[in-house]
C-alpha cells in the first residue's frame, strides 16, 4: 500500500510556462513533506519542504502548496527552465523517517 | 548542508559474492539512512544506521543480507551479502543533523 502517490508518471510543459507536480499521502501522522529533484546518475537533491502547520511555502521559482484535509501536496515551477528536466520526488515524514513516492519525470520543452 | 560521498559509484558483481558500499559524510550528522532504488521505482529505505549500535531495519530487509556499520558519526558501510539479480539496484547513502535529508550520488550495483 503506498502511503505517498505521484500519479503522474510523466509530464511535459513548454519553457517559461508554469510545472505543477502533484502528491497525494494516505497516512494523517505525516507533518513534514519535501521535494527532492533528482537527476540521472546523480542522487536526489532536495529543493524546498513544508510542515503541516503551515499552506505554501515559497522559494524563489519553486513553491509548495499544503492542503491537509485533502492530504495533498503539490510543486509549482514557475517559470520552467529547461535545466529543471528531472524526476521530482515527493517525500513525506511522520519522525525521522522519510517516505518516497515512486517520482515524476518533468521534460521542459524548450 | 551536509556533502555526503559514497563509493564505489558503480560495480558489476558475480552472484554469490558479496560488495561493502561506503559512505562518508563531511559534517557531523545525527542521523544515516541507507536506501535502496529498484529499477524504475522510487527510494526505498533499508535502514537506519545507528553509531556504535546496531542498525534500525524496515521490514523486509535483515542484517544477514544487509549488515551496516556505523563506527562515528560521519562514516557508514553497507554491505549486500551472497547477492543475486534482484540486488541489482542503486544504494543510496543519506544524512542529516536536521531535516532534510541529504544524498550521495549512490552506488549503481550489478549483479550477473
Known amino acids: 500500500d503506498q502511503q505517498v502517490k505521484q500519479n503522474s508518471p510523466s509530464l511535459s510543459v513548454q519553457e517559461g510556462r508554469i510545472s505543477i507536480l502533484n502528491c497525494d499521502y494516505t497516512?494523517?501522522?505525516?507533518?513534514?513533506f519535501l521535494w527532492y529533484k533528482k537527476y540521472p546518475a546523480e542522487g536526489p537533491t532536495f529543493l524546498i519542504s513544508i510542515s503541516s502547520i503551515k499552506d505554501k511555502n515559497e522559494d524563489g521559482r519553486f513553491t509548495v502548496f499544503l492542503n491537509k484535509s485533502a492530504k495533498h501536496l503539490s510543486l509549482h515551477i514557475v517559470p520552467s527552465q529547461p535545466g529543471d528536466s528531472a524526476v521530482y520526488f515527493c517525500?513525506?515524514?511522520?519522525?525521522?523517517?522519510?517516505?518516497f513516492g515512486p517520482g515524476t519525470r518533468l521534460s521542459v520543452l524548450p | 548542508s551536509a556533502v555526503i560521498s559514497q563509493k564505489p559509484s558503480r560495480d558489476i558483481c558475480q552472484r554469490g559474492t558479496s560488495l561493502t558500499i561506503q559512505c562518508q559524510v563531511d559534517s557531523q550528522v545525527t542521523m544515516m539512512f541507507w536506501y535502496r532504488q529498484q529499477p524504475g521505482q522510487s527510494l526505498t529505505l533499508i535502514a537506519t544506521a545507528n553509531q556504535g549500535s546496531e542498525a534500525t531495519y524496515e521490514s523486509g530487509f535483515v542484517i544477514d543480507k544487509f549488515p551496516i556499520s556505523r563506527p562515528n558519526l560521519t562514516f557508514s558501510t553497507l554491505t549486500v551479502s551472497n547477492m543475486s539479480p534482484e540486488d541489482s539496484s542503486i544504494y543510496l547513502c543519506?544524512?542529516?543533523?536536521?531535516?532534510?535529508?541529504?544524498f550521495g550520488d549512490g552506488t549503481r550495483l550489478s549483479i550477473l
Open positions: 497516512n494523517s501522522m505525516f507533518d513534514y
Open positions: 543519506s544524512g542529516s543533523r536536521n531535516q532534510p535529508q541529504h
Open positions: 517525500a513525506a515524514s511522520g519522525g525521522q523517517n522519510f517516505v
